[in-house]
């Protein structure tokens, strides 16, 4: 893993902490879903969050590829670029 | 294969390979459901009307009921002149088209009810569809297709998200009614792409009213083509009751309008109107239009004459408002907690704690006689559960006190007030 890889993973992480309500670990595997267990109206709050930090748009057809923190670290840094 | 005589009771035991069965994804709901229903809840998703006495009563369980949750904001279900309308087209054109608009199922009435949409709007261009969820399904997928953008509020009905799929356009949500939100998503946005902002006059779960005359501008002045669903507020929203963007002096920057027939107007169906004249072209290329049959010539002459008789309708329409301020206030007084601080609409949605006090509340009411909508989530946005009471121009303001000693009764009773 690259700096600005590692960098992004750090920042996606912080934006996912003031949902994170059960504490689960964050890894590049973990499950929005599954591990996470966020209902829809969470992952809107959440994405919303995330756009606003790093001045992106996730479509709602982008968020349907996106299962992992490590697919969504991929894209916002995509969506950066 | 099996045995004779020895018929297995679910027809996917005969299958030789083990597949997922397709029902499996609906278990934790059916779970949920039986759960509620094994408490001896009526279910509130079954409800049969056996008689149907006028706009605001009917007979339920055979219980007189008076109806707050049909949208059926105006009371032309039962005006003299629609049913006369109704029946005279069934005698003259028979009970349906069996057809597609752009085949056999274009009759007069057709014509006639697209032209007295034209003269209510005041706009040049109106396609009828044969319900309101295929207006949005099809006006949105066919404008917006791949590569194009959808942008939209959270809480978007249904049928708007649907045609958003169907369309396969990149859909963009922004938080509801949050002007700051979507300004900050339509910068984002490729400038060169096609926008579609989507937005409605009235939000039915909560009965709250969009800020049009903010976010309509901004929408042109990033490029994009404004539709707004006006639904539920035609007949009683602005000077000629076209709805919000009327009221709020921004219609003439609307490019489309959506709105249905099975509220204000009484019957079935769903239309959009337009000042652009390549609407009319859509016909041929709207999947949702196209490849169904058009409405019963009974059903267009209603919505006609209807229609017509919106135009002239200031006395039912101050009659609703009141009607909805005075609800509003009553339960507010009484102690329910609403979700919007003043009467914004015909739409009042009583909050509740959860599901349980919802269920044992809708319950009470209706056993005191009175009808209204239970929703929950995903439908109602943040996790609420709430009542929705939609008033109706024909309740008396004895109903609206009737109505008002029911839900203290109700209230009491499950201690949803004090």
């Known amino acids: 893993m690259n700096e600005t890889r590692a960098n992004a993973f750090e920042e996606v992480k912080s934006q996912i902490e003031p949902f994170n309500q059960k504490g689960v670990p964050i890894t590049e595997e973990t499950s929005f879903q599954d591990d996470l267990e966020w209902d829809s109206l969470t992952v809107m709050d959440f994405v919303a969050a995330v756009e606003d930090e790093f001045d992106i748009v996730i479509t709602m057809n982008q968020q349907a590829e996106i299962e992992t923190v490590g697919q969504l670290v991929d894209a916002v840094q995509e969506l950066r670029a | ?418």
């Open chain 2, 1 to 418: 294969m099996t045995e004779p005589g020895n018929q297995p009771d679910d027809p996917g035991e005969q299958a030789t390979v083990t597949s997922r069965n397709l029902f499996d994804k609906f278990e934790p709901l059916m779970q949920e459901r039986n759960r509620l229903l094994d408490s001896g809840i009526r279910d509130p998703f079954a409800i049969v009307m056996d008689e149907v006495k006028s706009p605001t009563e009917a007979i339920i369980d055979g219980r007189n009921t008076i109806l707050l949750g049909t949208y059926n904001y105006m009371g032309m279900t039962f005006d003299p002149d629609v049913i006369a309308a109704g029946k005279d087209a069934l005698d003259r054109f028979g009970s349906g088209t069996t057809g597609s608009r752009v085949l056999n199922g274009t009759y007069c009435g057709h014509m006639e009810v697209e032209q007295a949409l034209k003269e209510f709007y005041a706009m040049d261009h109106a396609m009828v569809f044969s319900t309101g969820y295929q207006a949005n399904l099809g006006i949105i997928s066919t404008l917006a297709g791949k590569g194009d953008y959808v942008i939209l509020d959270a809480d978007s009905h249904a049928s708007i998200y649907d045609g958003c799929f169907l369309g396969n356009a990149e859909t963009v949500r922004f938080r509801h009614n949050n002007v700051e939100n979507l300004a900050k998503r339509l910068e984002r946005l490729p400038r060169e792409a096609g926008k579609l902002v989507v937005l409605e006059g009235v939000y039915s779960m909560l009965g709250d009213i969009a800020p049009l005359d903010e976010m309509i501008p901004l929408a042109k002045q990033h490029g994009a083509m404004v539709l707004v669903d006006e639904a539920h507020s035609m007949g009683f929203f602005g000077e000629n009751g076209r709805g919000v963007a009327e009221a709020q002096g921004v219609i003439d920057q609307v490019d489309f309008i959506i709105g249905t027939f099975s509220k204000s107007v009484g019957t079935v169906g769903g239309f959009c109107v337009s000042n652009h004249a390549k609407t009319e072209f859509l016909r041929l290329v709207c999947r949702p239009y196209t490849f169904t049959a058009s409405l019963p010539p009974s059903v267009v002459a209603t919505a006609a004459t209807s229609i017509r008789k919106l135009m002239h309708a200031g006395d039912k329409r101050a009659h609703l408002w009141e009607n909805s301020k005075r609800l509003h206030k009553g339960l507010r007084d009484l102690g329910f907690r609403l979700a919007t601080d003043e009467a914004e609409s015909a739409i009042l949605a009583v909050l509740l704690d959860d599901q349980e006090q919802a269920v044992r509340m809708w319950q009470a009411l209706l056993e005191h006689g009175l009808y209204v909508n239970m929703a929950r989530p995903p439908a109602t946005p943040s996790g609420v559960y709430l009542l929705r009471c939609s008033l109706c121009a024909e309740h008396s303001s004895e109903q609206v006190d009737e109505i008002l000693a029911m839900f203290e009764a109700a209230g009491r009773a499950t201690g949803a007030i004090g």
